[in-house]
C-alpha cells in the first residue's frame, strides 16, 4: 500500500516541478542580474572610496572642533574599511535594479494595468529609499553626531576609528533608506489583497510599537537614533494608508469596518 502511494506521488511531484521549473529559472536569471548590479557597483564605488570615506567623514569634523582626524589600530583596517564601504555603498546604489528585476519577475503575471501601477510603485520605492537615504545624511547624522561629540572635552578626547565610523554612516543611512520602503510594502499588501486600508488604521498602535522596536534594533539601540527614525516612520504609515486606499478597491467589508 505504501509502495503504491509512493509509485502514485512522484508523478504528481514531477509535474509540480515541471510547472515551477520556469519561475525558478526566471528568478534564478533576476538573481544574478540583482548580484552582478550589486558587484558593478562595489567595484565603482571602490575606485572612489577615499572620496566617498571623505563626504561620509565631513559631517563628523564639523561636530566638534576637537575632532579632526581619524585612526587605526591595526594595519589593514583601513584597507577593510574601505572594502566595506564600497560593499555598502555598492549595495544602496543597486537597489533600484533590484527593485527593477523584482517587478520584471512579477511583471509576467500582472495585466496591463497592473503592469503600469507596478512601474509607478517601483519608481515611488527609489525615491522613498533615496530620500530616506537622503534624511539620514543630511538631517539625523549631523544631530546624532553634534550629540556624541557633546560629551567631549579636554579630559575625554575622541578617537573615532576609520572602520568603525564608516560603517556606521553607510549603516545609519542604508537602514533609514531601507526604513523608508514602508509605504511601498503596505500598497504592495493592498495590491496583493494580503491586508486593506481598513486593517492598517484598525491595527495602527500595534504596528507603531513594533515601528518603535524596529528603529531601535536597527539603529543598535541608539535612543537619539530611534526617535530620529521612528517619528518619520509614522508619517509614513499614515502615508502608507492613504495609497493603499487610493491604489486599492474597498471590498464591502471594508467599507463597512471603515
Request: aromatic share 16%; charged share 15%.
Amino acid at each position: 500500500m505504501a509502495n503504491y502511494n509512493l509509485q502514485s506521488t512522484i508523478p504528481v511531484l514531477e509535474r509540480s516541478l515541471e510547472f515551477f521549473r520556469p519561475h525558478h529559472l526566471e528568478l534564478r536569471k533576476r538573481l544574478i542580474k540583482v548580484f552582478l548590479s550589486i558587484v558593478v557597483c562595489t567595484v565603482a564605488a571602490y575606485f572612489f572610496a577615499e572620496q566617498i570615506a571623505a563626504l561620509f567623514i565631513s559631517p563628523l569634523f564639523a561636530a566638534s572642533p576637537m575632532v579632526y582626524r581619524l585612526v587605526y589600530t591595526n594595519l589593514p583596517e583601513a584597507f577593510l574599511a574601505y572594502i566595506k564601504l564600497a560593499l555598502l555603498v555598492g549595495i544602496t546604489a543597486s537597489m533600484p535594479i533590484a527593485l527593477y528585476q523584482l517587478w520584471r519577475f512579477v511583471s509576467p503575471g500582472l495585466k496591463k494595468d497592473e503592469k503600469k501601477l507596478a512601474v509607478v510603485v517601483v519608481f515611488w520605492a527609489v525615491l522613498l529609499f533615496s530620500g530616506g537615504a537622503s534624511f539620514a545624511f543630511l538631517v539625523v547624522l549631523p544631530k546624532m553626531l553634534i550629540y556624541f561629540m557633546s560629551y567631549a572635552n579636554e579630559g575625554l578626547e575622541p578617537l573615532p576609528k576609520l572602520g568603525d565610523y564608516l560603517t556606521f554612516v553607510a549603516r545609519t543611512i542604508l537602514t533609514f533608506g531601507i526604513s523608508f520602503q514602508i509605504p511601498f510594502l503596505m500598497v504592495m499588501a493592498g495590491k496583493g489583497s494580503v491586508v486593506g486600508p481598513a486593517y492598517f488604521r484598525r491595527k495602527r498602535r500595534y504596528f507603531y510599537i513594533a515601528i518603535i522596536a524596529l528603529s531601535f534594533l536597527l539603529t543598535a539601540g541608539d535612543f537619539m537614533a530611534t526617535a530620529l527614525l521612528s517619528f518619520p516612520l509614522f508619517s509614513l504609515y499614515e502615508a502608507g494608508i492613504l495609497l493603499t486606499a487610493l491604489f486599492t478597491k474597498k471590498s464591502p467589508a471594508e467599507q463597512k469596518s471603515s
